[in-house]
């Protein structure tokens, strides 16, 4: 069965700190992982990922895959809190309808 | 960029009665979409897949005859909850990929609609 752990469940910052948020997932017939920001509503679509070792960036935010240890994780630097948030890491297997199985996603809170 | 809209928003009804809740791609056309659910402070779980044209694909404990699932077209799908029950309260969410945009690109969800049966 698909799985995906997000580590921690919750974070506190405070305003300029860096943070990183993890994910480990296994799943067969890997495709693609998926990482959204859910504030109050629907998950906003940050990054796809699916080759190992290319960092995606937009802006403060970036994120990188490692297939061989089957992981990924998020940064934000300079964090401000606009960035107080659930962020949800989701996979993608190439078999199927191409669902997406989620993680528990991680609470992450801003405190100027 | 691909935009899927969901309705109602929220939506609150009494034990007993069903509710339709609809899911539009806006700008684009998809025979597949997804039906998930989220409780409080969870994450989302995927409760079935919408086909256009055929019947939906339900996860393992999702009941058919409880949440029936119509993709009458290749821009709507629609959930019906029937003869709701107070543990049907929640949030649900649907969300579609741009075929457009090949068979990689990301989903998209609509705003989600909050049920609560009282």
């Known amino acids: 069965e698909d799985k995906v752990v997000q580590s921690p469940l919750s974070l506190v910052v405070h305003e300029g700190d860096t943070v990183t948020l993890n994910c480990s997932y296994e799943?067969?017939?890997?495709?693609?992982l998926l990482w959204y920001k859910q504030e109050k509503k629907a998950p906003t679509f940050l990054f796809m990922l699916t080759s190992s070792g290319i960092e995606k960036k937009s802006g403060r935010l970036s994120s990188i895959l490692d297939k061989k240890e089957l992981f990924s994780i998020l940064n934000i630097t300079a964090t401000q809190t606009g960035d107080s948030a659930v962020y949800l890491c989701?996979?993608?297997?190439?078999?199927?309808?191409?669902?997406?199985?989620f993680g528990q996603g991680t609470r992450l809170t801003i405190n100027p | 960029g691909a935009v899927v809209s969901q309705h109602p928003s929220w939506v609150i009804c009494k034990s007993g009665t069903s509710v339709k809740i609809e899911c539009r791609s806006l700008d684009f056309q998809a025979t597949t979409m997804f039906w998930y659910r989220q409780f409080p402070k969870k994450s989302l779980m995927l409760m079935a897949t919408s086909n256009e044209g055929s019947k939906a694909t339900y996860e393992q404990g999702v009941e058919k005859d409880k949440f029936l699932i119509n993709h009458a077209s290749l821009t709507l799908s629609t959930l019906t909850v029937t003869s709701a029950h107070p543990e049907d309260s929640s949030f649900y969410i649907c969300?579609?990929?741009?075929?457009?945009?090949?068979?990689?690109?990301?989903?998209?969800f609509g705003n989600g609609t909050r049920l609560t049966v009282t």
């Open positions: 969300s579609a990929r741009d075929q457009r945009q090949g068979v990689g690109s990301p989903l998209h």
């Open positions: 799943v067969t017939n890997f495709r693609s």
């Open positions: 989701a996979v993608e297997s190439s078999q199927g309808a191409q669902k997406l199985v």
